[in-house]
Structure formats: structure tokens, C-alpha cells
């Protein structure tokens, strides 16, 4: 199990930018595939990207490709995520999660795949 932290979370305005941070507690980061999920109120939870182990995979989903990016800083430990011209529909709680991946570069886009998580935190985009 690996404990998980996010932080970076906020208010900002339509086209501004925030970067979120995820903190994880575990001696063998790189055995994990990081992603992003968020959920709306009222919404299912929903898959934002993710990140391979290496950091050489990224995968995002359509809403956010071109806006969002997704990397990782194995030896702090910390997968982060860089939010660009944001929109009042990314308003969400947004999640980070992890699972181990032992023999393969990849990350999952489903998060059935994915069974640690953190506590999440506030995304707030106004118009």
C-alpha cells in the first residue's frame, strides 16, 4: 500500500493555470503507475491521465489532451499535474492514484486498475 497526499488544489479564473502536486509515502515509487482522476458534483468519477512508471508513457483523456500534463519526479516521489487554460468545466475534486505494475511500462486508464488513493482536493475554475 503506498499513502498518497495531493496538493495544489484552489479558486482561479477561466484561462488561468494550476499545477497539482501528489506526494506518495512508499520506498518503491517507481514499481507504481501513477493518474489523475476528478469527479464533479454529481458526476462519476472520470480518468484525467496517467503516467508509466519510467514517465515515458502519458495518457490523457480527450477533454483535457493539449491543455493538461501529467509527469512524475521518481526520486521526490511526486507525480504532478500541470492544469493550462482552465474551464469552468474542470471544476472537480481531483484525485491521484496509483497501482503497481510489476513487469510492464504502461498505466491504466480504468480505475478499476487503480487501488490506492488519495483524499483529493478542490479544483474551482470561475467564469
Known amino acids: 500500500q503506498v499513502q498518497l497526499v495531493e496538493s495544489g488544489g484552489g479558486l482561479v479564473q477561466a484561462g488561468g493555470s494550476l499545477r497539482l502536486s501528489c506526494a506518495a509515502s512508499?520506498?518503491?515509487?517507481?514499481?507504481?503507475?501513477m493518474g489523475w482522476f476528478r469527479q464533479a458534483p454529481g458526476k462519476v468519477r472520470e480518468f484525467v491521465a496517467a503516467i508509466s512508471w519510467s514517465g515515458g508513457r502519458t495518457y490523457y483523456a480527450d477533454s483535457v489532451k493539449g491543455r493538461f500534463t501529467i509527469s512524475r519526479d521518481n526520486a521526490r516521489n511526486t507525480v504532478y499535474l500541470q492544469m493550462n487554460s482552465l474551464k469552468p468545466e474542470d471544476t472537480a475534486v481531483y484525485y491521484c492514484?496509483?497501482?503497481?505494475?510489476?513487469?510492464?511500462?504502461?498505466?491504466?486508464?480504468?480505475?478499476?486498475?487503480?487501488?490506492?488513493w488519495g483524499q483529493g482536493t478542490q479544483v474551482t475554475v470561475s467564469s
Open positions: 492514484a496509483a497501482h503497481r505494475v510489476p513487469g510492464g511500462s504502461y498505466a491504466s486508464t480504468s480505475i478499476k486498475e487503480y487501488d490506492n
Open positions: 512508499t520506498r518503491s515509487f517507481s514499481s507504481y503507475a
